[in-house]
């Protein structure tokens, strides 16, 4: 065994430590725990003397039957709520507010091994207690000489009051971007119409027009569904790709529509299908896209195969024979 694979081994040895799998746990055996608290104490949800531990979401082309660790941290706290009669249910999605990385953000956001462990849980006891958990991503890596990626997750315990100041923030933070972007856009268009000769002569006009667009009334403005935003990212990327224009434009809007999942309510093609299968075409056949992975190709496998397994999708079964 040469230094590379002791330091490899030693790695993963430092995110596995501490992760128990949750097979052979039932909730009964949560039964000695008195509190959510003392879970996420014993069970080591956190790191020692931290408020946030590593958990292993993609263990690479090489899975397997290999355990995801990032959903643990739910599952520990739902099996406990169902030792004291109750079910863990979520209260609000989480925004991954606390992940700085734009492109973190993203990656995260296509993986549901991530997705369907984190926001914010309450559970009600049986013995009339009541108690709230945040599990939020915080950042994401990939270990060193390896495929393995894992996220920081923070776990703890919080109030109601708690989640809807953080769901305010989110709600206010997004209103103030739109409301500068409608401004900018305001103050670009007049002043495109603005005859050169007139500048001067226009300022009074300009000003009381951006004015006049800043007191427009909210309930003009037109709230697109998921399913619709999904549905106008797909036929754009789909457009683009197929005029060989805008690939990387067209790259990233496939990613987005891809990431908002199996939509319910979604009539039509299967556009979170379409979607993916447009994404492995990037990753195989748009170099300035590709570049973005470490290993590509082995990313639209993964997402092929996806599509092929639990979508049945014809042409993402085809196109996995093809890289075969």
Same mark, same amino acid.
């Given at each position: 065994?040469?230094?590379?694979?002791?330091?490899?081994?030693?790695?993963?040895? !430092?995110? !596995?430590?501490?992760?128990?799998?949750?097979? &052979?746990?039932?909730?009964?055996?949560?039964?000695?725990?008195?509190? *959510?608290?003392?879970?996420?104490?014993?069970?080591?949800?956190?790191?020692?003397?931290?408020?946030?531990?590593? #958990?292993?979401?993609?263990?690479?082309?090489?899975?397997?039957?290999?355990?995801?660790?990032?959903?643990? *941290?739910?599952?520990?706290? +739902?099996?406990?709520?169902?030792? %004291?009669? &109750?079910?863990?249910?979520?209260?609000?999605?989480?925004?991954?507010?606390?992940?700085?990385?734009?492109? +973190?953000?993203?990656?995260?956001?296509?993986?549901?091994?991530?997705?369907?462990?984190?926001?914010? #849980?309450?559970? %009600?006891?049986?013995?009339?207690?009541?108690?709230?958990?945040?599990i939020e991503p915080i950042s994401e890596r990939k270990l060193d000489h390896t495929e393995t990626r894992v996220v920081y997750l923070q776990t703890k315990l919080v109030s109601l009051e708690d989640i809807k100041k953080l769901n305010a923030k989110t709600v206010t933070t997004a209103v103030i971007a739109e409301k500068k972007t409608n401004v900018n856009n305001a103050k670009n268009t007049i002043a495109s119409k603005m005859p050169p000769t007139k500048v001067i002569e226009e300022k009074k006009p300009v000003v009381a027009a951006i004015e006049e667009e800043k007191e427009k009334p909210q309930a003009e403005k037109v709230v697109l569904s998921p399913q619709l935003q999904q549905m106008q990212l797909y036929a754009s990327a789909r457009k683009d790709l197929g005029r060989g224009q805008n690939q990387i434009n067209a790259c990233n809007n496939a990613e987005r529509a891809y990431g908002y999942g199996r939509l319910r309510g979604a009539s039509g093609i299967n556009v979170y299908?379409? +979607? &993916?299968? !447009?994404?492995? %075409?990037?990753?195989?056949?748009?170099?300035? #896209? +590709?570049?973005?992975?470490?290993?590509?190709?082995?990313?639209?496998?993964?997402?092929?195969?996806?599509?092929?397994?639990n979508q049945n999708h014809a042409v993402a079964k085809y196109m996995l024979k093809q890289m075969n």
């Open positions: 065994m040469n230094f590379k694979t002791l330091l490899l081994l030693g790695g993963v040895g !430092l995110v !596995l430590h501490g992760c128990a799998s949750m097979n &052979g746990l039932t909730s009964e055996s949560f039964n000695q725990y008195a509190s *959510p608290q003392e879970v996420i104490d014993k069970k080591n949800i956190n790191d020692n003397n931290s408020s946030a531990k590593e #958990y292993v979401y993609y263990w690479g082309p090489q899975q397997g039957e290999k355990e995801i660790q990032s959903l643990l *941290p739910k599952q520990y706290l +739902s099996r406990f709520c169902a030792a %004291k009669g &109750g079910k863990l249910s979520l209260v609000q999605k989480s925004s991954m507010s606390l992940v700085k990385d734009i492109w +973190s953000k993203k990656l995260l956001n296509t993986y549901s091994s991530v997705k369907q462990g984190i926001g914010a #849980y309450q559970c %009600k006891q049986t013995d009339g207690q009541h108690w709230y958990v945040s299908a379409e +979607s &993916g299968v !447009l994404v492995a %075409k990037c990753l195989t056949s748009v170099p300035s #896209y +590709s570049r973005r992975f470490s290993n590509p190709q082995d990313r639209a496998k993964r997402i092929l195969q996806n599509l092929s397994t």
